[in-house]
């Protein structure tokens, strides 16, 4: 048998890199019945069969991470991109992209693009709120070549999802570090300023330099009501170190007395917009219980 990365799967078929070429390649019938579905980044094993060289997954190894959206397996980093302007980004979307990928425990970047829109203070104020958090933020320029090396060093030799809405140039900026990846890029509709769907698959490119990255279709919504409301809190960073310095055990951080969090909040040492993002989730959370 053959080793290999799934790197695209389209209308069940599923192309397997094997490091000197890519065959496309079926799945057994077993992994159906196991209820069990191939993603792109699964390590596979594959059996070649007819004259065509088409494929057969056998094998699919144990998965070091599992992302629900994007469907995709053992990727280690995440780019979170937001446009800085056209589309100006959504606060509460990007919390929700870095809990999805604080809960697979891997590495975050953030990313905003099109820094050359805005004033440095504009940029500023948005890279202070996730820095004091503790993430990794860049900001990037297609047009002015702003920051892109500093992207492309954080991209070598690991399996990054580049993760985020439509139309604030994830596929611009992974043209711009390796312009033979050929991505196709849109414009932000200036009727509804998102961009328009131009990933239609999500596809696993591997870059000159090292590493594989992960273009993916762009959303402007993303549900998180698998996480309960006992562990949400655990995914916001920042209020790791007041967590149990509560009144009460159970603390939910809403309308407790003696609640840390909330005093934390009152002292600016936790931000408000995040602290509002919270509140929306574990909202969303109980609606989705009661139902």
Same mark, same amino acid.
Request: charged share 25%.
């Given at each position: 048998?053959?080793?290999?990365?799934?790197?695209?799967?389209?209308?069940?078929?599923?192309? +397997?890199?094997?490091?000197?070429?890519?065959?496309?390649?079926?799945?057994? =019938?077993?992994? @159906?019945?196991? %209820? +069990?579905?191939? /993603?792109?980044?699964?390590?596979?094993?594959?059996?070649?069969?007819?004259? %065509?060289?088409?494929?057969?997954?056998?094998?699919?190894?144990?998965?070091?991470?599992?992302?629900?959206?994007?469907?995709?397996?053992?990727?280690?980093?995440?780019?979170?991109?937001?446009?800085?302007?056209?589309?100006?980004?959504?606060?509460?979307?990007?919390?929700?992209?870095?809990?999805?990928?604080?809960?697979?425990?891997?590495?975050?970047?953030?990313?905003?693009?099109?820094?050359? /829109?805005?004033?440095?203070?504009? $940029?500023?104020? *948005?890279?202070?709120?996730?820095?004091?958090?503790?993430?990794?933020?860049?900001?990037?320029?297609?047009?002015? #070549?702003?920051?892109?090396?500093?992207?492309?060093?954080?991209?070598?030799?690991?399996?990054?999802?580049?993760? =985020?809405? #439509?139309?604030? =140039?994830?596929?611009? *900026?992974?043209?711009?570090?390796?312009?033979? /990846?050929?991505?196709?890029?849109?414009?932000?509709?200036?009727?509804?300023?998102?961009?328009?769907?131009?990933?239609?698959?999500?596809?696993? !490119?591997? !870059?000159?330099?090292?590493?594989?990255?992960?273009?993916?279709?762009?959303?402007?919504?993303?549900?998180?009501?698998?996480?309960?409301?006992?562990? !949400?809190?655990?995914?916001?960073?920042?209020?790791?170190?007041?967590?149990?310095?509560?009144?009460?055990?159970?603390?939910?951080? $809403? #309308?407790?007395?003696?609640?840390?969090?909330?005093?934390? /909040?009152?002292?600016?040492?936790?931000?408000?917009? @995040? &602290?509002?993002?919270?509140?929306?989730?574990?909202?969303?959370?109980?609606?989705?219980?009661? &139902?």
């Amino acid at each position: 048998m053959n080793s290999g990365i799934i790197v695209k799967g389209i209308g069940g078929f599923y192309y +397997v890199d094997t490091g000197d070429k890519i065959f496309e390649c079926r799945a057994r =019938g077993k992994f @159906r019945k196991e %209820k +069990v579905t191939p /993603l792109v980044g699964d390590r596979v094993k594959i059996t070649i069969q007819g004259a %065509k060289g088409q494929g057969v997954i056998e094998e699919i190894e144990e998965r070091e991470t599992e992302l629900i959206r994007p469907p995709v397996a053992n990727v280690n980093h995440a780019v979170i991109v937001f446009a800085a302007q056209k589309p100006e980004p959504n606060i509460s979307l990007l919390n929700r992209f870095l809990i999805l990928a604080e809960t697979q425990e891997i590495d975050i970047t953030i990313c905003f693009n099109k820094v050359d /829109l805005i004033q440095n203070q504009e $940029l500023s104020t *948005l890279v202070d709120v996730y820095e004091n958090i503790g993430y990794q933020v860049i900001g990037t320029s297609t047009k002015q #070549s702003i920051g892109l090396k500093d992207l492309s060093e954080k991209l070598m030799d690991k399996i990054t999802v580049f993760a =985020g809405p #439509s139309g604030v =140039g994830k596929s611009s *900026l992974l043209n711009a570090i390796q312009p033979n /990846l050929r991505l196709q890029t849109g414009e932000v509709s200036s009727k509804i300023d998102r961009g328009k769907h131009t990933t239609r698959h999500v596809e696993l !490119l591997q !870059l000159d330099f090292g590493g594989w990255v992960l273009d993916t279709p762009g959303f402007s919504s993303l549900s998180l009501d698998f996480i309960n409301e006992e562990e !949400l809190q655990y995914f916001f960073k920042e209020f790791n170190r007041f967590i149990g310095a509560c009144r009460f055990n159970g603390c939910r951080h $809403l #309308s407790e007395p003696d609640c840390a969090i909330k005093t934390a /909040l009152k002292e600016k040492q936790i931000d408000q917009s @995040r &602290y509002e993002s919270y509140t929306q989730l574990i909202d969303e959370i109980l609606q989705t219980r009661r &139902y």
